[in-house]
C-alpha cells in the first residue's frame, strides 16, 4: 500500500505520513513512540533497502540407499523440507491465514483496518498488541533472521522491538508484495516458520506431529500446526501445553468459521475431534540410522568422508559440512541393502559381534567404482562397550579407513600388482623362475630373516610351491620366491607405482616413507607388508575386472539439489591406466587361485579352490593372503560385475593372529556375498589375452592344449593350503620390518 494515512492516538500526538509506518509505530509500545517525530519516521522511508534477499532457508539432506527409496538417514541443523503450496492441502492453508491475518488475500503488505481496529481494542493497554503484524511482515522477520549470510548481529536485530526495525520491515515488505504474489509469500511462510518440537516448516510439522506429509493433514490437525507458530516450544502439545495447543485450535477453527471457509458445524466437530498425535523425529546423522542396520553406519561414515573431501560443497571442510546439514540435497548413494545384508550375514558367520576379530568386506562395481556394500562384525553406535574391550561397538572405519585407521597388511593379494608391472614391462605371462625356498635375494637386510646379509624370503608350503613356475602356477599357488624373482627383475619401484595407479592409498606413515624415497628397495612389497582396506583393494581388483580402467570409489549414485536439479559431483570418474590386454592377461592368471581355468589351460593349483565350488560355471578370478605369521587372512575375488574383498583381523592389536585355519572361510564369505550380488545378473566371461602376453614372441609351447573357454581346473596337489602358513623357518622375518617382512 503506498497511500498516506494521518492518524491520531489518545495520549500521544503522533503524525505518520505514511501507511506503512502505521504499523511499524503501532506495534511498539506507546512509550517508545512518544519521542519520535514525523520527520524522524518518514525522512528516509524512500531510501530504506527495499530489495529483499531470500535466501532458501536451511533443509535436511537426505540420505537413500540404491533403490532411491530406503531412508539410510538425514543430515540437518533445522529439521525442514520445503514444498510447494499446491503439496499443502487446502485447509492448512485456510488455517494459517486464519491464525495469522484474516485479511492476507485483501490487503496490501500494510493492513491498515486492521491496525486501527487494534488500536482501538487495545488504547487502554498502553501498547497495541492485535493486528499489529500482517502474514507479510512475519515472513519478512523470519527471512531476516535466519538469513545465514547476516551477521548474528543482523540477524537478532530483525525481532528487536524498535523503530527503526519495524520501518525498515515495512519497507522489504511494500517492495515483495510488488515481486511476490500471496500464495507465494504464503508457500514461503510456511516453509519458514518454526512450529516448536524442533519442526521448522510445515512439512516437518506434519510429519512430525502427525506421520503424514502435509497434503493429507485433516482439519482439526491443520488448526493445531496453525495456532503453534505464536508459541512454539510452550504450546506444542508433545513437550509443551497439550491444553495451550487445543485452546489455540478452537481460536484457529473458529476464525476459519468466521472468515466462512469453513461452517460453524465443521469448526464444532473438528473441535470436538480427540488430539491424536503420531510424534516423530527423523534420524541425524550416522550414529541415527535404523536400529535394524546399524551397520549401515559405517557405510554412512564412508560417505560423510567423501563428502567432506568435496570442493563443490564449499571451499572448506566446515563449509562442506553445512552445506550437508542445511542444503537439503537428496542424494542416493550406491548402498545395495541386499548385498550388504549378504555381507553382514557372511562377516558374522567368521566372527560373532562378541569377537575380538573382525572380517571388514567391500564390494565395489567395476566400470564406476560404486560402493555396494560396506560390512563388519561390529554395530556402528558409540554405546559403550565392556570393560577394557573395543568391540562390540564402534565408529572406526575398519572397511575403508581413514581417521587414524591405516588398515591391515593383504598379503600376497599384492602379488596382483607386481604380476601387472612385469607384464606392463614386457614379460609374459609364461616368465618362468626356478623358486626354491629360502631365496637369497639382492635386498640387504640382517637379523633372522636375513641369510648373509640380504634378505631371504621362504615359501609358506615348499612342496606345493617350490619348483619351476610361471604367473600362472606362481599366482596359482601363491609361490613367493617367484614374485619375488619377478619384482627382482622389474624393479619393486614399478609394482609400488602399480599399486599407487589401482588406487592403494599408503595410510600408514611408514609405508608412505618407503613408497616416496625408497621404494627400489621395498623388496617384501609384492607380499604385502603395507597396511590397505578392504575397500581399496577390491577397487584395485575392480580395475583389471573393468580391463584396465580405474574408477575412482565413489558412494553416490545421483546428487538432487534442493531446487530439483541433479549434480555431476558423484559421477564416475574413471580413466584408463593399464592396457585392455594387459589387465586380460593378469586376470588369465587370477583364474587359477580360485580353482578355475585359465584360457590357455595353464593353472594346475590354487589356494581358494572352494570359491570356484561356490561359484560353479560362472566364471570368477582372485587372490588369497596371509600376513606374517597368520596375523591376518584375505581374499578379493572379481567377476566382470562385481570385486569384493574381506581382511580377517584383529583392528586393535596387529601382533593378535588369526590363524591360518580362517582362511577358507574368509574366501568363502566374500564368494557368497559376491554370488548375492549377481544373483538375476547375466553370466560374463573375462576376455582373453593375446598370445603375446601369454606366451611372448615364442608362442605357446607344442605341448600346449589349445585355448579353451572358462572351465573349471582340477586343484592341485595340495587344495587350499598353498597360501597357508607353516612353522617359522630360518630367514622367515627379514629384517623384521616393512621392508623386508614376509607377506604370504
Partial sequence: ????????????????????????????????????????????????????????????????????????????????????????????????????????????????????????????????????????????????????????????????????????EVRYGVALEKTESKDQILQGYLNIAYFGNGEYGIYAASEGYFGVPPSQLT??????????????????????????????????????????????AQAQAAQATPLTLHPSQPPNNCTAVPAAHNDWGFFCDYFRQW???????????????????????TVVTSLDPNIQASALQQSLSVYGYDNEKALPIAVVQPGTGQVLSMAVNRHYSLASNPAGQEYPNTVSQLIA??????????GSTFKLFTMLAALQSGLP???????????????????PGSCGGFWCPVNDNPSFMNGVRTMWDGYGRSVNTYFVQLEEQIGPEKAVAMAQQ????????????????????????????????????????????????YCKPTPVVSITDSNGKKLTTGAPSCQQVIDPDIAHAATDAARCPVGQQSFFNMCNGGTATNVGSIFGDRPVAGKTG??????????????????????????????????SAVESAVAAAVAHTMMTGLNGQPVKDFTPPPESL??????????????????????????????????PQPGRHGSGGRRGGLGQ
Avoid at 221 to 228: K, T
Avoid at 314 to 327: F, I, M, S, Y
Avoid at 540 to 548: D, K
Fill in 626 to 659: 596371509s600376513s606374517d605369521n597368520n596375523t591376518t587372512e584375505t581374499f578379493v575375488g572379481f567377476t566382470p560385475q562385481l570385486a569384493a574383498a574381506g581382511i580377517a583381523a584383529d583392528p586393535t592389536n596387529a601382533n593378535d593372529s588369526v590363524g
Fill in 502 to 549: 589401482l588406487g592403494i592409498t599408503f595410510r600408514a606413515p611408514s609405508d608412505a616413507q618407503l613408497a616416496t624415497n625408497d621404494p627400489s628397495d621395498w623388496g617384501s612389497f609384492t607380499l604385502g607388508v603395507a597396511d590397505t582396506t578392504p575397500l581399496d583393494l577390491a577397487n584395485a581388483y575392480a580395475t583389471v575386472a573393468n580391463n584396465g580402467s
Fill in 307 to 329: 563428502w567432506d573431501a568435496q570442493p563443490a560443497f564449499g571451499a572448506t571442510v566446515q563449509d562442506r559440512e553445512r552445506a550437508l546439514n542445511e542444503g537439503g540435497y
Fill in 429 to 447: 605371462l609364461s616368465t618362468s623362475f626356478n623358486s626354491p625356498s629360502p631365496l637369497v635375494t639382492r635386498f640387504p637386510a640382517s637379523g
Fill in 401 to 410: 579407513g581413514g581417521n587414524g585407521i591405516n588398515g591391515y597388511q593383504a
Fill in 1 to 168: 500500500m503506498t497511500g498516506r494515512f494521518l492518524g491520531k492516538f489518545t495520549g500521544v500526538v503522533f503524525c505518520v505520513a505514511l501507511a506503512g509506518l502505521v504499523l511499524a509505530v503501532a506495534a511498539l509500545p506507546f512509550t517508545l513512540v512518544g519521542g519520535l517525530s514525523v520527520k524522524t519516521l518518514t525522512a528516509d522511508f524512500d531510501s530504506l533497502p527495499s530489495d529483499l534477499k531470500i535466501v532458501p532457508p536451511p533443509q535436511t539432506t537426505s540420505i537413500y540407499a540404491r533403490d532411491g527409496k530406503t531412508l539410510i538417514t538425514t543430515f540437518y541443523d533445522q529439521n525442514r523440507k520445503n514444498v510447494s503450496l499446491s503439496d499443502v492441502a487446502p485447509v492448512m492453508r485456510q488455517a494459517m491465514v486464519a491464525a495469522e491475518d484474516t485479511r492476507f488475500y485483501q490487503h496490501g503488505a500494510i493492513d491498515v483496518k486492521s491496525v486501527l481496529r487494534a488500536v482501538v481494542s487495545d488504547g487502554s493497554s498502553g501498547q497495541i498488541e492485535q493486528g499489529a503484524s500482517t502474514l507479510t511482515m512475519q515472513y519478512v522477520r523470519n527471512v531476516l533472521k535466519t538469513d545465514p549470510n547476516l551477521t548474528a548481529d543482523k540477524r537478532a536485530a530483525a525481532t528487536a522491538d524498535t523503530p527503526s526495525r519495524k520501518i525498515q
Fill in 219 to 264: 482439519l482439526p490437525e491443520a488448526a493445531l500446526i496453525a495456532g503453534l507458530v505464536q508459541s512454539p516450544d510452550t504450546d506444542n502439545p508433545v513437550t509443551g501445553d497439550k491444553a495451550a495447543a487445543l485452546s489455540r485450535r478452537t481460536y484457529v477453527l473458529n476464525s476459519m468459521a468466521g472468515m466462512h471457509v469453513i461452517t460453524q
Fill in 694 to 727: 601369454a606366451f611372448g614372441t615364442a608362442g605357446p609351447p607344442a605341448t600346449n592344449n589349445p585355448p579353451a573357454t572358462s572351465q573349471k581346473a582340477t586343484p592341485g596337489d595340495a587344495g587350499d593350503q598353498g597360501d597357508q602358513a607353516t612353522p
